[in-house]
């Protein structure tokens, strides 16, 4: 039986990820790789049909097993280290697992296709919209072919596992598409990042720290609408292209801690405004027509799907 691997599907976006292909392919044979660091809960995936491994993308006997072991021919690769914050105090495991674990990946997934002539294969390699770097407010949203210029090590990370993978790409001719997400916003999301942290701050009636002025944009999408481009990106996606994947839904920091305040009903008093983090991107915002041409949509209600999520916190909150 041909298998599906997904690197990291543990995590956030990788749980959902797991959960939709399962529901979607309900026939496939999947397996989840994750080292089930800080970020990564088995938890996360309870009640899914998969053959699960506790290993770390960075070991190549351990990735030589499983290729060796299961007739893999699609990978899913979301196992990477993505908080900027963390990336700041302490890059080095960002360089580890996101740069050298691509690479490890790579090497073992050629070594076993290229027998086949890499027949029905391809590997997704998932990346960010913050290898683009920062736009001005009167700048266009950032397309597949503009130069990289990645201003933070966990962007610099990633903008490296890029140009490896388009490397094999070139050198092998290896079926490898990159994708570049905006900010992901879901259930199972760890609580460090920024919607997570808003809900438990304002549960718990904390002061919500908001960096520098509030007025960094950030585009956001549902976590399944990138899930469902992820999907159709292995089936439709040309092998080599990069393609964006966003909602066209800029939305400022402070305007988003509002709208989740407003949702608990909590007073906006709770507001606390702090120094600014280092490097501190003003704006990120890129183009998906390119994966909109393979007939992918992004319609969907931002507020309605804020709430959502926001309610499953709280809900996850009283349960805790």
Request: proline share 3%.
């Amino acid at each position: 039986m041909k298998s599906i691997l997904i690197t990291g599907g543990c995590g956030f976006i990788g749980s959902n990820l797991v959960k939709m292909f399962a529901k979607r392919f309900p026939e496939s044979h999947l397996i989840v790789v994750d080292n089930l660091t800080y970020a990564g809960d088995r938890k996360n995936i309870e009640g899914v049909d998969v053959e699960f491994f506790q290993y770390d993308i960075t070991n190549p006997v351990e990735m030589e097993y499983v290729f060796a072991n299961y007739d893999i021919r699609l990978v899913f690769h979301l196992a990477a280290e993505s908080h900027v914050d963390n990336s700041i105090d302490d890059s080095a495991v960002f360089m580890k697992t996101n740069v050298i674990g691509t690479h490890v990946l790579l090497d073992v997934a050629k070594k076993y296709w290229e027998k086949i002539e890499y027949a029905d294969c391809k590997f997704i390699h998932v990346s960010t919209d913050e290898v683009y770097g920062s736009l001005g407010l009167a700048e266009m949203s950032s397309r597949e072919f503009d130069k990289y210029k990645p201003n933070s090590p966990y962007a610099a990370s990633k903008a490296a596992s890029d140009l490896i993978v388009r490397s094999y790409v070139k050198t092998f001719g290896f079926p490898a598409v990159i994708t570049h997400c905006s900010n992901n916003y879901g259930k199972y999301q760890f609580p460090e990042k920024f919607i997570p942290v808003i809900v438990t701050k304002a549960f718990n009636d904390e002061k919500i720290p908001v960096y520098g002025d509030g007025l960094q944009i950030r585009d956001w999408i549902p976590v399944d609408l990138h899930c469902q481009a992820l999907i159709k990106l292995a089936m439709d996606g040309k092998v080599g292209e990069i393609y964006n994947i966003g909602a066209d839904n800029e939305v400022t920091n402070i305007d988003l801690v509002k709208k989740i305040l407003c949702i608990m009903g909590k007073p906006e008093s709770l507001i606390s405004f702090v120094k600014d983090r280092l490097g501190h991107d003003r704006r990120y915002s890129i183009n998906s027509s390119k994966l909109k041409e393979l007939g992918w949509e992004s319609n969907f209600d931002f507020d309605s799907s804020l709430e959502e999520t926001v309610k499953w916190y709280i809900d996850n909150l009283k349960d805790s």
